[in-house]
């Protein structure tokens, strides 16, 4: 069998891992626009500054050959002192940079492709292989990949798409001109001035911490940090701007691996999508209501009635949050949460939102679109925010500017409008009147895309319904019979109707259930 695996990222690596379970030999050819294959985004060197923290705890990134710890507790202490660790910081609880999360992921795709080949399989990985469209043929496929001024063509049985995220090298709102987040060096490159911060999520946060130490540096004595500007730097000015003008909470300790849930479970989640879509999103929840009640019985109480209703849940989570009050709620949250992972106590409501989403999960390919549409406007908001613990180093930081008075958290109206001005600063309306930045980058993260967005116009034109959102196993339905398969795991698409879909763990169960679908179906 031929594969073209398209993309060298965390998805394509967990698809090597799982195609180890192929009782044939295969031809597998990985091809990376990128001059590096294995890391990808957001993981990428060259994409990242070195102050970006992961938001996944070591123990919870899957592996294909050895765990992250392991494979930390066998670097060289000269490997780690470059990171700012020694061996004796590492845990399997604790965050570590993007970038050496890049070096882990880097290494376990090269032990990966040498497995397959020990197995006797054929693994070519070609960097410097832009896929510019994928041909469905009568006899399979013809990737056709753009290689410095010159087009290759590749044929093959199957594709998989494992592109990753796609960010726009030019993003726009209201016609005005953003800056793009990545590479970083857009960020860095940008001068010491008034920077407009789009976002207020882990994204968001990144990019702070980033134009900080390009500009400055942090210290840090007993658990206080302390940010001061570079000669000529005086004049940064980070203005965050997001709809809620919140923050999501730092991380917080929770038992690992889990405790049981009550009421909120895969079971019974399960048996209520067994009774059909028709008030399936009220039915779960309800699961969910039930075990915040059990959890912490006052928490709802506190949020008030309009929280028991889908259409005022969110409201009234992120209104209890505003209360606290923006910058000043991080700093009180900062203090609680290390509280919490010093004295090992759970946050009862945070924990049962956490544990709860990855449950509620396993409903949303059963919604009708209604109440998809529904679940996207009203709850997923709270599950992005409560999934999305910071680390407790870059909720420092972000206190340390605050307290600096470099950093504000600025909040709009879902109508504000944004407007190029002279010599093209930007201005945008928040609750506070208009505020003016000389450069405005966007930090909202990826934003789902449909199939029809691929950017495979051959492919887009082959599919049978290029409106239709994919679902498990993955697998494209083309037009016409076509000798092979073609499976889509990028995730612009993915996120249109698989919204928890980011995380590595996510990423490693989507590509066995392509692998288990295009092995079963070759064997």
């Known amino acids: 069998m031929r594969l073209v695996i398209v993309g060298s990222g965390p998805m394509a690596l967990y698809v090597l891992k799982h195609l180890k379970a192929s009782p044939e030999p295969l031809a597998i050819e990985v091809l990376e626009a990128s001059e590096t294959a294995g890391a990808g985004m957001p993981y990428r060197a060259d994409m990242n500054a070195d102050s970006m923290l992961c938001n996944a705890f070591s123990r919870e990134i899957p592996y294909a050959t050895q765990p992250l710890i392991d494979w930390l507790e066998k670097q060289p202490a000269r490997e780690l002192s470059a990171w700012e660790l020694s061996w004796h910081d590492l845990s399997a609880r604790a965050f570590y940079p993007r970038v050496l999360i890049g070096e882990y992921l880097q290494s376990e795709f090269d032990a990966s492709c040498a497995a397959l080949r020990a197995a006797g399989h054929e693994v070519n990985v070609r960097p410097g292989h832009r896929v510019e469209d994928i041909v469905p043929g009568a006899s399979g496929f013809t990737v056709r990949a753009r290689v410095g001024g010159e087009e290759r063509e590749l044929r093959c049985d199957d594709v998989v798409i494992a592109s990753g995220h796609v960010w726009p090298k030019a993003p726009e709102i209201d016609g005005v001109e953003l800056v793009s987040p990545w590479p970083y060096t857009n960020i860095t490159g940008l001068p010491a001035s008034a920077i407009g911060v789009l976002g207020s999520s882990l994204s968001a946060i990144d990019v702070v911490v980033a134009l900080a130490e390009e500009h400055g540096a942090f210290t840090e004595e007993d658990e206080q940090m302390s940010w001061a500007p570079n000669a000529g730097a005086e004049g940064l000015r980070i203005r965050m701007v997001s709809l809620r003008g919140v923050m999501p909470e730092g991380d917080f300790y929770y038992p690992f691996p889990y405790e049981p849930l009550e009421h909120i479970t895969d079971e019974a989640v399960l048996a209520e999508v067994a009774k ?248």
């Not at 989570?317 to 992972?341: H, I, N, P, Q």
């Not at 037009?479 to 996510?506: K, N, T």
């Open 276 to 523: 059909g879509p028709a008030g399936l999103l009220e039915r779960v929840f309800r699961l969910l209501l039930e075990e915040l009640d059990h959890a912490d019985p006052s928490y709802l109480t506190e949020l008030g009635q309009d929280a028991r209703t889908i259409e005022g849940f969110a409201d009234a989570y992120f209104a209890r949050r505003e209360r606290l009050g923006g910058l000043r709620a991080v700093k009180r949250d900062l203090v609680e949460t290390r509280r919490s992972m010093r004295e090992r106590r759970t946050i009862p409501h945070r924990y049962a939102l956490l544990r709860g989403h990855e449950a509620f999960d396993l409903a949303l390919r059963h919604l009708s679109e209604e109440d998809f549409a529904t679940f996207s406007t009203h709850l997923m908001p709270v599950f992005a925010d409560c999934y999305a613990a910071v680390p407790h180093l870059s909720l420092a930081r972000v206190v340390a500017l605050y307290d600096a008075g470099v950093l504000s958290l600025h909040t709009t109206a879902s109508d504000s409008a944004f407007t190029q001005l002279e010599g093209g600063r930007v201005q945008v309306a928040t609750t506070e009147g208009p505020l003016e930045v000389d450069h405005m980058v966007d930090a909202r993260g990826q934003a789902p895309h449909g199939v029809a967005e691929l950017r495979f116009p051959a492919l887009v034109d082959a599919l049978a319904d290029s409106e239709r959102p994919i679902e498990a196993p993955f697998r494209l339905a083309l037009a016409s019979e076509v000798g092979g398969h073609v499976y889509c795991l990028a995730m612009p698409q993915l996120l249109q109707r698989h919204p928890f879909s980011q995380g590595l763990p996510g990423c490693d169960a989507m590509a066995e259930d392509v692998t288990a679908d295009l092995l079963s179906r070759r064997g």
